[in-house]
C-alpha cells in the first residue's frame, strides 16, 4: 500500500480489508451492465459502524470520492466510479442483525446483511418485515436496497423497501453520524415531524453512507395459499393484476410472458434441483401430511407450469386463518377467470416461497447468454400503455435484434399501487468479471470461454435506453436509478432544488457517490 490514504483506511480497518490489487480493483468496478468508467483506487470493507464512519471521513478529507457496494447486483451503475480515485467502501462485512424488538415490532440491521441472514434470524422469533427481501436476497442487503429501493416478496400487499423502513444510522460525508427516525432511546417515529428518513431511501448512496437500517416487523401469517393462471397474452396477465390490485390478502403477484416460460423449460432443473425444491415444499407446508401432499402436486405440476404454458399469473395469498385465504383465494381466482385466466398448478409460487432466497441462476440466460434487465413503474391506469410502448419499441428494433441473437422477455411485479414491468435482455457474450465471480460453478464451466459481441453488447444497451424513454413517456418511475435511469430532470422544479440544497449541504465537495441520481 503505497499511498497516505490506503495506510489511513488499514490502520481504521486492518490491512487485511484493504484491496489495492489491480485485479480485484477492475473486479469491484463491475456489475452486471458491465464496468464502469474507472476501476476503484482502493477497496475498504469497514469490520464496525464505526471503523465505517472514521473511513467515510479519511477518504472524503483526503478529496477521493466515495462509492458504496452492497451486495453487488446494480444493473444500473450504482456503485461503479465515475471518476479516477474513486474509494470504494464493501459493506459486506457489516452484516450483523443487531437487536430485534418484538414488543415494539422493530428490527435493527448493519447495511451489509442479507436479507436471508435476516429472514432466518426472524423467522427463529416468528416475525418478518412487510417487504422481505428482492428475489436475489440471498446476496442483496438492506443498505443496498435502502439506497436503491426494492420490490417482490410481500411488495403486493406493502410496497417497496422505502415502505418498511422506520430508520437509518447514515454517515455523511464529513463523518458526521445521523441517526434518523430515533426518538431518543426509545424506539423508532418516521411520522414524528417531517420525515427525515425518507430523504436517504433511494439516494443511492449520493447524501449518505447506510450503516444500519430498521424496519417495522410484522407476524408470520398463520395460512398462506398460492394461485397460478394462464392467460393467452400477456396484456392480459397485466388487466388481470391491475384488476387484483388493493387486495389486502395477497402479499406477491407476479407474471411471466411466454419467452420467460421457454427460458424457464429450456433452463431446467437438475435432479439435485428438483429434490431440493421438493424438500423445501415439505419443510415450508408444516405437519409431515400436508407438506408430502404440497410436494406431490407441485412434482406433478411442474412440467404443466414450466413448459406448457404461454403467459401466466402468479399469486401469494396470506391471511389469519385457512378460512380467511380459502375464502379470498376463491375471489381471486373469479376475478382472474374473468380476466380470461385459467387455474394451473401453483407450482412456481409454491416453490418459490418454499425457500425464498436460492442460490442465484438466472444471472446468465438458459444458453449461458448475458442478461440485462431495466424495467418501469407505471400508474395502473397506464400498465398496458407501457406495455404497448415496450411492444412498439422492440418492434421496430426486431429485424435487427433478431440478426444479432438478442432476445427480450417481459415480467410483471405488483408493488402496492403500481405495476412494475421489467423487459429482460439476453444475447451471446463473453462472461464479465462479474459473471465470473457470480454464476454457479456449473455455468462457469460451461460458458467462460464464450467470445465477445461487442455489437450485440453494444445495441442492447441502446435499446436498454430506448425502452426507458418510451417508459417515461407513459408515466413510469424507477427504483435502483444509480447512474442510469434519468432523474433530475424529470421531478419537480421545486423538489429538485430542494434535493440539491440538501447534496451540497451534506456532501459540498460532491465526493459521495457522485453521478448518481444526475447529482
Known amino acids: 500500500m503505497s499511498d ?10 486492518g490491512a487485511a480489508n484493504v484491496i489495492d490489487d489491480a485485479a480485484e480493483r477492475a473486479y469491484y468496478a463491475h456489475d452486471i451492465a458491465g464496468p464502469a468508467p474507472y476501476p476503484a483506487h482502493l477497496v475498504v470493507r469497514p469490520p464496525s459502524v464505526d471503523a465505517a464512519t472514521a473511513c467515510v471521513a479519511a477518504i472524503t478529507g483526503a478529496g477521493r470520492a466515495l462509492a458504496v457496494r452492497g451486495g453487488g447486483h446494480s444493473y444500473t451503475g450504482g456503485y461503479g466510479p465515475t471518476r479516477p480515485g474513486t474509494v470504494i467502501l464493501d ?8 437487536e430485534i424488538d418484538e414488543a415494539d415490532g422493530w428490527v435493527t440491521a448493519e447495511a451489509g446483511c442479507t436479507w436471508a441472514t435476516l429472514h432466518d434470524a426472524l423467522a427463529a422469533v416468528g416475525r418478518r418485515t412487510p417487504f422481505f427481501g428482492p428475489l436475489s436476497g440471498i446476496v442483496a442487503t438492506v443498505g443496498g436496497a435502502a439506497s436503491q429501493n426494492a420490490a417482490f416478496f410481500g411488495s403486493a400487499r406493502h410496497g417497496p423497501m422505502s415502505a418498511s423502513v422506520l430508520g437509518l444510522d447514515v454517515a455523511c460525508a464529513d463523518g458526521t453520524l445521523l441517526r434518523l427516525g430515533r426518538v431518543g432511546e426509545t424506539g423508532f417515529a418516521r411520522d414524528f415531524g417531517p420525515d427525515a428518513v425518507g430523504l436517504f431511501l433511494g439516494d443511492c448512496g449520493a447524501l449518505g ?5 430498521t424496519m417495522t416487523l410484522v407476524p408470520v401469517p398463520a395460512s398462506v395459499r398460492y394461485a397460478s393462471f394462464a392467460f393467452e ?10 384488476a387484483l390490485a388493493g387486495v389486502d390478502a395477497i402479499s406477491e403477484s407476479y407474471g411471466f410472458d411466454a419467452e420467460t416460460h421457454e427460458n424457464l423449460r429450456r433452463a431446467g432443473f437438475t435432479l439435485g434441483e428438483r429434490v431440493g425444491a421438493l424438500r423445501d415444499v415439505v419443510q415450508a407446508e408444516g405437519g409431515r401430511g400436508s407438506g408430502i401432499a404440497a410436494a406431490v402436486r407441485t412434482a406433478t405440476g411442474v412440467r404443466r407450469a414450466v413448459g406448457e404454458t404461454r403467459n401466466s399469473l402468479h399469486l401469494v395469498i396470506e391471511g389469519k386463518s385457512e378460512a380467511a385465504t380459502a375464502e379470498a383465494h376463491d375471489a381471486i381466482a373469479a376475478c382472474a377467470e374473468r380476466h380470461g385466466g385459467a387455474g394451473i398448478p401453483d407450482t412456481i409460487p409454491r416453490i418459490t416461497r418454499s425457500r425464498p432466497f436460492r442460490p442465484l441462476k438466472a444471472l446468465l440466460g438458459p444458453d449461458g447468454e448475458a442478461w440485462l434487465p431495466m424495467h418501469g413503474l407505471l400508474p395502473l391506469s397506464h400498465a398496458r400503455a407501457g406495455l404497448q410502448a415496450v411492444e412498439d419499441c422492440l418492434a421496430a428494433h426486431g429485424s435487427e435484434m433478431q440478426a444479432l441473437g438478442i432476445r427480450v422477455t417481459r415480467l410483471t411485479t405488483m408493488v402496492g399501487d403500481r405495476l412494475l414491468l421489467e423487459p429482460q435482455f439476453f444475447w451471446p457474450d463473453a462472461l464479465s468479471p462479474f459473471h465470473l465471480r457470480a454464476v454457479t460453478d ?11 459481441n461487442e455489437a450485440a453488447r453494444a ?3 441502446a435499446l436498454r435506453a430506448a425502452l426507458g424513454e418510451a417508459l417515461a413517456a ?16 424529470r421531478i419537480d422544479p421545486g423538489q429538485r432544488k430542494l434535493i440539491e440544497s440538501v447534496k451540497r449541504t451534506l456532501d459540498p465537495k460532491n465526493l459521495m457517490s457522485p453521478g448518481a441520481l444526475g447529482l
Do not use: N
Not at 209 to 213: D, F, I, S
Not at 233 to 242: C, L
Open 442 to 452: 456449473g455455468q462457469r464451466a460451461q460458458f467462460a470461454e464464450r467470445p465477445a
Open 4 to 13: 497516505a490514504l490506503a495506510a489511513r483506511l488499514a490502520a481504521l480497518s
Open 459 to 461: 445495441r442492447v444497451h
Open 474 to 489: 407513459c408515466g413510469a418511475t424507477h427504483y435502483q436509478i444509480g447512474t442510469h435511469y434519468p432523474y433530475l430532470e
Open 233 to 242: 397474452s400477456f396484456g392480459a396477465v397485466i388487466d388481470a393484476q391491475t
Open 209 to 213: 453512507v447506510k450503516l444500519r437500517v
Open 91 to 98: 459493506m459486506s462485512t457489516l452484516d450483523r442483525v443487531v
